[in-house]
């Protein structure tokens, strides 16, 4: 019984490793897209006429 406990939440912790790599991951690609629009959005601001 505490075999089958010790895969389970083995299994559990290396689920939760992994989806927390690939969060992290998501994450900075998101913010560094985020960051460069913004540098595109600011280079061309002489462009548009308010």
């Not at 991951?25 to 540098?39: F, N, Q, S, Y």
């Amino acid at each position: 019984m505490e075999e089958h406990t010790y895969k389970v939440l083995g299994g559990t912790g290396a689920m939760n490793i992994a989806l927390g790599v690939v969060s992290l991951v998501v994450g900075i690609t998101a913010g560094i897209l985020l960051i460069v629009c913004g540098a595109k959005l600011l280079g061309s601001r002489k462009n548009v006429i308010i």
